[in-house]
């Protein structure tokens, strides 16, 4: 199959697996990675502290790494 159809089915997995992030990781996930605010920019948006934030995002990649991981039966490093 084409780079292009693997990296749509890649996509909407990894979409799928973003649903079982809790609210705040994925709002801080969003904020960060997608809409490129800063982690002070978020900590004001949200009123959280800036470490807080960091935390949320640290949290929230090592969650979607592990929802990875499981569904598709990868031995992680």
Known sequence: SSPNVLSRLQ????ELLFNYLPHILKTVFCLYE?????HKEIAK??????SSSRVYLTRAKKLLRELYVQNNNIIAP
């Open 45 to 50: 948006r949200l009123k959280i502290a800036k």
């Open 11 to 14: 996509a909407q997995e990894i």
């Open 34 to 38: 997608i809409e490129g605010y800063s």
